[in-house]
């Protein structure tokens, strides 16, 4: 049995998640302690419950310690299973946090599967669903994933209640990211999206996001409105991301009461301009989500990032303590290149 130490690095739920994702993945029972030991409420979530739960699904696991606030808990994967399942987080946890954690599971299946998630779809400490759907799937695509996210109801903080979708084929190869010059963004791409506020809401986020993007020839932002049975509660978000032929790349921010919704768009247009100005060729946030599908490639990868962040240490300690894999970080001017050895 492997020993995580669940507090190391940035201390939160994606290295529980991950850890129990590899363990599925490679057959070998672990016990994660000193779970989210760097958060300020420690312990398990009600969407780390659910995570756990899901994983456990996949792979038939047995699982001991798994209670809300559980500092620790023990995984023991069996076989991996296909078919039909469905998790309901039952607050407004991360829909698309609990997908980070089935997925590479999901996608190691001898056959489909097909999940539903009842939880939050755009809400703080996790990716917005549109960021899921617009950059991260098409990223994994481009590794081999064969995978599918629908979302039928938008839900937010507090109250959750947002339903998606998920269709996940197996994958029994994963493809490396060559080394490559980003070369010229080509366009910008966004949604602006608000539940049950005023409709100007999504307007002036993408407006003041085109002013911060002033200078990029091509820039498209989709406005959106959801009212009643479309969502459940308050809440909106502004997803950006920019292409050229090679390279995909976002940034987000998240509608929060008291924010302005000028701020939102400032502060995804300026995260974004932070990626394309760096050279970056996967954003700071999807580096680290892609590392585990990376170290299983069949061959080497190079990628360049803004900045090495915390979750991207961290997911570079615990996953060779699964796979055979070594990773190396050369930082440069305006960023740092990661190059992914699998099988080393």
């Not at 016990?31 to 030991?37: F, G, L, P």
């Not at 456990?56 to 039909?84: D, Y």
């Not at 759907?133 to 979302?151: H, I, Q, S, T, W």
Request: charged content about 25%; glycine content about 12%.
């Amino acid at each position: 049995m492997i020993e995580v130490d669940g507090g190391r690095g940035e201390g939160g739920g994606q290295l529980l998640r991950m850890a129990l994702a590899l363990s599925a993945l490679t057959d070998t029972p672990v016990r994660v302690a000193r779970i989210r030991a760097g958060r300020p409420t420690p312990g398990l979530a009600a969407q780390h419950v659910t995570a756990i739960n899901a994983v456990a699904a996949l792979c038939e696991a047995e699982v001991t310690g798994v209670s809300v606030g559980a500092s620790s808990i023990e995984f023991r994967p069996g076989k991996l299973v296909a078919g039909r399942f469905s998790f309901d987080v039952g607050t407004a946890g991360s829909t698309t946090l609990v997908l980070q954690a089935l997925l590479p599971v999901a996608a190691a299946a001898p056959g489909a599967v097909r999940v539903r998630l009842i939880g939050g779809t755009d809400v703080r400490w996790s990716p917005p669903i549109d960021y899921f759907n617009r950059v991260f799937l098409p990223l994994l695509r481009r590794l081999g994933a064969r995978a599918d996210v629908e979302v039928l109801r938008r839900g937010y903080y507090p109250r959750g209640g947002g339903i998606v979708e998920a269709v996940i084929e197996p994958t029994r190869s994963w493809s490396p990211l060559g080394k490559s010059e980003r070369g010229e963004i080509e366009r910008v791409r966004g949604i602006a999206h608000a539940s049950n506020l005023p409709e100007d809401v999504p307007k002036r986020m993408r407006h003041a996001a085109l002013r911060r993007l002033h200078g990029i020839p091509d820039v498209k932002v989709e406005e959106r409105v959801y009212q009643g049975e479309e969502a459940v509660g308050q809440g909106g978000a502004l997803v950006l991301w920019a292409e050229s032929e090679a390279v995909l790349i976002g940034a987000d921010s998240l509608a929060e009461r008291g924010k302005r919704s000028e701020r939102i768009g400032e502060e995804a247009a300026t995260s974004l301009g932070a990626e394309i100005e760096s050279q970056a060729t996967l954003d700071v946030h999807a580096a680290d989500q892609l590392l585990v599908y990376l170290a299983r490639a069949g061959g080497p990868s190079w990628f360049r990032v803004r900045s090495v962040s915390g979750h991207l240490e961290t997911m570079m300690w615990l996953i060779p303590q699964f796979l055979p894999s070594r990773f190396a970080v050369t930082r440069e001017r305006g960023g740092c290149e990661v190059s992914v050895e699998p099988g080393a």
